[in-house]
């Protein structure tokens, strides 16, 4: 048996360096996981508190490091056609913003885990529609709702962002329903999408 190992050495040298290789692969293709997942961003929007149109829009941090929230475009699609508007810096506030001052100016720094309260769906699409002058348009005829976040994330040189849209669905009996379209939150995190969302942000300024 001994004298067999050692006619075979070589081949069990060869065999140990190539399993050492491979535990090292694994090993640094988990750091890079790591690493890529502490640099990503991953910012959440979701309903909550009920299901109808006085649930609650929030946006939720849940990257590994902080984040600032610097805009949230909402868009209404009512009658074939969108209107879209930054909800952040949309109306006077008053002196004292009280203790979550981030989710009445729609922007501000969020820690991990930390969350922003946007408001009740119906209240956003009336500011929405109000702000627009929207006059003729009935809240009953809206029958969508998209939000976009955009926000600064660490050292990245462009801002990253997250869109989900919700459609209103009225055909309920104890009233409308506010449904989302995905089950996830679509980050925006390719450098292509993000050009794209630095132009729309650029024109809401």
Same mark, same amino acid.
């Given at each position: 048996?001994?004298?067999?190992?050692?006619?075979?050495?070589?081949?069990?040298?060869?065999?140990?360096?190539?399993?050492?290789?491979?535990?090292?692969?694994?090993?640094?293709?988990?750091?890079?996981?790591?690493?890529?997942?502490?640099? @990503?961003? =991953?910012?959440?929007? /979701?309903?909550?508190?009920?299901?109808? $149109?006085?649930?609650?829009?929030?946006?939720?941090? $849940?990257?590994?490091?902080?984040?600032?929230?610097?805009?949230?475009?909402?868009?209404?699609?009512?009658?074939?056609?969108?209107?879209?508007?930054?909800? =952040?810096?949309? @109306?006077?506030?008053?002196?004292?913003?009280?203790?979550?001052? *981030?989710?009445?100016?729609?922007?501000?720094?969020?820690? =991990?885990?930390?969350? $922003?309260?946007?408001?009740? %769906?119906?209240?956003?699409?009336?500011?929405?529609?109000?702000?627009?002058?929207? /006059?003729?348009? +009935?809240?009953?005829?809206?029958?969508?709702?998209?939000? =976009?976040?955009?926000?600064?994330?660490?050292?990245?040189?462009?801002?990253?962002?997250? /869109? *989900?849209?919700?459609? %209103?669905? *009225?055909?309920?009996?104890?009233?409308?329903?506010?449904?989302?379209?995905?089950?996830?939150?679509?980050?925006? @995190?390719?450098?292509? *999408?993000?050009?794209?969302?630095?132009?729309?942000?650029? +024109?809401?300024?």
């Amino acid at each position: 048996m001994w004298q067999w190992f050692l006619e075979h050495t070589q081949v069990f040298s060869v065999a140990l360096s190539f399993a050492m290789l491979i535990v090292w692969v694994i090993y640094l293709q988990l750091l890079l996981v790591q690493f890529r997942g502490t640099k @990503r961003s =991953t910012i959440l929007i /979701t309903r909550a508190a009920g299901r109808g $149109m006085r649930s609650r829009c929030l946006v939720t941090n $849940m990257s590994s490091q902080p984040l600032y929230v610097s805009s949230l475009i909402a868009t209404v699609h009512v009658r074939g056609r969108q209107i879209e508007l930054a909800l =952040t810096d949309l @109306r006077e506030l008053p002196g004292d913003l009280g203790e979550d001052p *981030r989710s009445l100016m729609g922007q501000g720094s969020l820690a =991990t885990g930390q969350f $922003m309260n946007i408001g009740h %769906f119906d209240d956003i699409v009336a500011t929405l529609l109000e702000a627009n002058d929207e /006059t003729d348009v +009935q809240m009953d005829e809206v029958e969508q709702f998209d939000l =976009t976040v955009v926000a600064l994330y660490a050292l990245e040189d462009m801002p990253v962002g997250a /869109t *989900r849209s919700f459609h %209103f669905d *009225r055909n309920v009996p104890k009233g409308p329903k506010v449904q989302p379209l995905s089950i996830e939150t679509d980050q925006i @995190r390719q450098r292509k *999408r993000r050009k794209e969302l630095l132009r729309k942000t650029q +024109q809401h300024l």
